[in-house]
DNA sequence: TATCTGTTATATTATGAATATAACAGATAG
DNA sequence: CTATCTGTTATATTCATAATATAACAGATA
């Protein structure tokens, strides 16, 4: 896989296993229909328990991003999560709102702060082109 | 104050407190060299432990946002905290990957992302202007 | 002198993250 | 049929963090 987890960091395990999953996604590394590790094999390749990863597994499931059949396994949902609703762009924003406030604060002006989410964006379009 | 806790949230209180206190001053509601409350009053107007209230205010001193005097009290930075480097930029990008990320998967397209972004800080500049 | 300030210390409770071990039921390969 | 692998559930333990409670100290103030 493409997964890089700091055992070390203070952010979670799971939350840095979820967020490099959606990212895989977002990215294109891994397309719809693909399957996934189990959460035994997943769990040994990074050394962590299997109960981290089923819990990863299982908030995956309820956003939409991947589907657990009894037979196949762990596979990405070809469908994809649900479009953003009101409700999501409303937590997008409470999400976004202290990073923009703390940039303010550190002379961040609004042009430099969407070039950088610009190039981020580009992150993920450039390996969406490489397959 | 312009402060408004929510204790039953699953964010932390001390997360919310610093976060309403840098968007305070990042909107000018609250300018440099204002006064802050005592711990002690803070605390009890909110309603929570003096305890918390320090950590937050330890937690402003140590990234410049405020500083504490023995005889002023707390007041705000007049210098406000160091302008954004190379590590502070580094981490803002990989606070903001993860909710890209998402954004693509639920078909945010970067436009309305950037949308977003502006009129987050159109909020913040709208308030600094009514002084 | 009494009061308010930030600060420090200590202890307790509650919650969440992560682990360990075990077991169950369904599917699959030998 | 048997053995193995799958996700799932249950239970328990360890550890760190969040939040509280109570107390005390030293400097400044009225």
């Known amino acids: 896989m493409f997964l890089n ?17 959606i990212e895989g996604i977002a990215k294109g590394r891994i397309s719809p229909g693909d399957p996934l590790p189990s959460v035994r094999s997943l769990a ?12 990863v597994y299982q908030l995956l499931k309820q956003d939409g991003y991947i589907l657990i059949h009894r037979q196949k396994g762990v596979v990405i949902n070809p469908e994809g999560p649900p479009k953003a609703d009101e409700e ?5 924003r409470a999400n976004i709102r202290p990073l923009i406030a703390a940039s303010i604060c550190r002379g961040i002006e609004e042009e430099e702060f969407l070039q950088i989410c610009k190039e981020l964006f580009n992150e993920f379009k450039e390996e969406g082109e490489k397959k």
């Open 5 to 21: 987890i700091n055992l070390e960091s203070s952010e979670p395990i799971y939350i840095q296993l979820q967020h490099q999953i």
């Open 44 to 55: 040994s390749d990074i050394g962590i328990n299997l109960h981290t990863v089923n819990k």
């Open 88 to 92: 999501y762009k409303q937590s997008l």
